[in-house]
C-alpha cells in the first residue's frame, strides 16, 4: 500500500510503501491501541533493527472530537516518525533547565521549518541517500546513516 495523505489519498511518492501482512511475526511494525496515556494522542518508534516495533493509539485519540474525526492525521504524523522525521524542537534544548526537549539525538536534513511542512520533501531527499564510494554510508551532516534491513 503506498504511503497517502489524508482522506483524499494524495499520493505522496517519498520511495516508501507499507503492505498489510496477516502474521504479526511478518510485519516491521504493529499499530495498536496502547490504552490510557493522558492527554498523549499517539506514540511511534524510529527506524532501528528490532524485529518488530509499535505505533500506539491512546485513548485521547478516540474521545477528542477533533482528533477522532481526523484520526489520518495523527496517523501520518506518526508514520512520520517511523520514516525517521522527529519534531522539529528535536533538537533544541530548553532555555530554562539547558536541557534538550528530547532524549533522542537528531540530525537536520534540510531547512528548518516550525511548522513542520518540509517533512515531504526530507523524507524524499532521505530515502533517495545512496552509499559514497568504497560502500561508505551516506552521511547528514556528520552522521552516518544507518540503513535497517529486514530479515
Do not use: C
Not at 11 to 21: I, K
Not at 28 to 47: I, M, Q
Not at 84 to 103: I, S
Amino acid at each position: 500500500m503506498p504511503l497517502r495523505n489524508g482522506p483524499s489519498s494524495i499520493m505522496l511518492n517519498v520511495g516508501v510503501t507499507f503492505e498489510w501482512v496477516p502474521l504479526a511475526q511478518d510485519a516491521t511494525f504493529v499499530l495498536y491501541h496502547g490504552g490510557s496515556n493522558g492527554g498523549t494522542l499517539a506514540s511511534a518508534f524510529f527506524p532501528n533493527a528490532k524485529d518488530l516495533n509499535y505505533l500506539l493509539v491512546y485513548n485521547a485519540a478516540f474521545s477528542l472530537k477533533d482528533w477522532k474525526e481526523n484520526m489520518w492525521k495523527i496517523f501520518t504524523h506518526e508514520l512520520g516518525h517511523v520514516l525517521g522525521l522527529r519534531h522539529e524542537f528535536a533538537m533544541d534544548t530548553n532555555p530554562t533547565t539547558g536541557k534538550e526537549f528530547e532524549v533522542q539525538k537528531a540530525v537536520q536534513l534540510g531547512a528548518r521549518n516550525p511548522d513542520s511542512r518540509s517533512g515531504i520533501d526530507s523524507t524524499r531527499e532521505f530515502y533517495a541517500l545512496r552509499d559514497y564510494a568504497h560502500g561508505n554510508p551516506p552521511r547528514v551532516v556528520s552522521t552516518d546513516i544507518s540503513d535497517y534491513t529486514l530479515k
